[in-house]
C-alpha cells in the first residue's frame, strides 16, 4: 500500500530507464553514485529524507539521529566526488517545529566537504499585509508555530562559484535604479528569500502518493542559478522525479538515483507525461 492507504497506481519499475534526457536509476545512492564518473556533473539539486518518521512506501524515515547524520556525510562525499569544480550542489531540508536543528545538522555534517556559498530560504507561506499566501501544514500546538519555511543550503568546492543571478532575477520596483547604478536590463538579484507554493492539487494520487515532493519551481530556480545551458544536473535522491522534470523543461540533461521502485516508476511517468520542448529549447 502507499503512504496514503491507497495502492500504488503502477507495477514498481525493476530496471533503470532513460525518458528524453533524463535517466532514472533505481537503487542506493552510494551505490549508484559510485557508477557515475568523477566531475560529471554540473548542479546537484537534492531533498534528502529528514528523519523525521515520514511515511514513505519502503524507506524507514525514523532511524538513529547519529546514523543518519553519517549516512548524510557519506552521500555528501559520493556527490562531491561527482561534482564538477565550478559545480553547486543545492539542499533541501528543514527540521519541525519541535526539532528545529535537524536541518542544521546536517549542514553541519557537510561542512568539512563543501563551502556554503548561500544560504536560501524557501519560504512556503507568508502572511503580509493581514492576508495569508502559500499552502502549508498546521500544527496544533501552543508552544510552536506553523512551520512555513524551509532551507535550500548552496554549497559549492571553492564558495566563489559564479552564478547568473539574473536568470532568477526580478524587475526593479525604482526604473530610476537602472540609470543611476548603470545597469544594462530591468532585473536585479532577487535575493535568498524565494517565496515558492506549492502547487495546488486535488488529490495526493496528483503527487504521486509521495509524501514529500517539493515543487518543480524549487529545482528550475537552482538550474537557472548555475546558469548553463547544456548543465547536466543530478538528483540523488529522486523521489517522484521533480528535478528532472525542471531538467527536462529547462533542456538539460539530468541523472536522478531512487531508492524505491515505486517512487522510480512514478517519476518516469511523469517525464513520459511531459509536453515535448519548444524547438528554440530543444
Ligand atoms: C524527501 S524525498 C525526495 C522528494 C523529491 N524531491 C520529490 O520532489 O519527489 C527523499 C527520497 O529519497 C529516497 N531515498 C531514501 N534513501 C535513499 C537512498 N539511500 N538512495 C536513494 N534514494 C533514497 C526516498 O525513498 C524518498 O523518495
Known amino acids: 500500500m502507499g503512504p496514503d492507504g491507497d495502492p500504488p497506481s503502477a507495477a514498481p519499475a525493476d530496471e533503470d530507464r532513460t525518458v528524453g534526457r533524463q535517466t532514472v536509476l533505481v537503487g542506493d545512492c552510494l551505490v549508484r553514485l559510485a557508477e557515475l564518473p568523477e566531475g560529471s556533473v554540473d548542479v546537484v539539486v537534492t531533498s534528502p529524507p529528514y528523519n523525521i518518521g515520514l511515511a514513505y512506501n519502503a524507506y524507514d524515515d525514523g532511524g538513529d539521529r547519529a546514523a543518519y547524520l553519517d549516512f548524510i556525510a557519506a552521500a555528501g562525499r559520493a556527490l562531491k566526488r561527482v561534482l564538477a569544480p565550478g559545480g553547486s550542489f543545492f539542499l533541501n531540508i528543514a527540521g519541525t517545529a519541535s526539532d528545529p536543528w535537524i536541518a542544521q545538522e546536517v549542514a553541519a555534517a557537510l561542512r ?23 499552502h502549508f501544514k498546521p500544527i496544533n500546538s501552543r508552544r510552536y508555530l506553523n512551520h512555513t519555511y524551509e532551507h535550500v543550503f548552496h554549497f559549492t568546492a571553492t564558495g566563489a562559484v559564479p552564478l547568473d ?44 502518493h509521495h509524501p514529500s515532493p517539493f515543487p518543480v519551481e524549487l529545482p528550475e530556480r537552482c538550474i537557472l542559478l548555475h546558469g548553463r545551458r547544456d548543465a547536466t544536473v543530478l538528483d540523488p535522491f529522486l523521489g517522484t522525479g521533480s528535478t528532472l522534470v525542471a531538467a527536462e523543461r529547462l533542456g538539460c540533461r539530468g541523472i536522478g538515483i531512487e531508492l524505491d521502485p515505486v517512487y522510480a516508476a512514478a517519476a518516469v511517468r511523469r517525464l513520459e507525461g511531459l509536453a515535448p520542448l519548444a524547438p528554440d529549447v530543444a
Not at 526580478?170 to 535604479?177: A, M
Not at 536585479?188 to 517565496?195: D, L
Open 112 to 134: 568539512p566537504l563543501f563551502v556554503l556559498q548561500n544560504a536560501i530560504v524557501w519560504v512556503k507561506s507568508i502572511a503580509i499585509d493581514g492576508r495569508s499566501v502559500g
Open 165 to 208: 543571478r539574473l536568470a532568477v532575477g526580478v524587475p526593479f520596483q525604482d526604473k530610476s535604479n537602472i540609470a543611476r547604478f548603470g545597469h544594462d536590463a530591468d532585473r536585479r538579484c532577487a535575493g535568498n528569500v524565494w517565496f515558492i507554493r506549492y502547487e495546488t492539487i486535488r488529490s495526493r494520487g496528483e503527487r504521486f
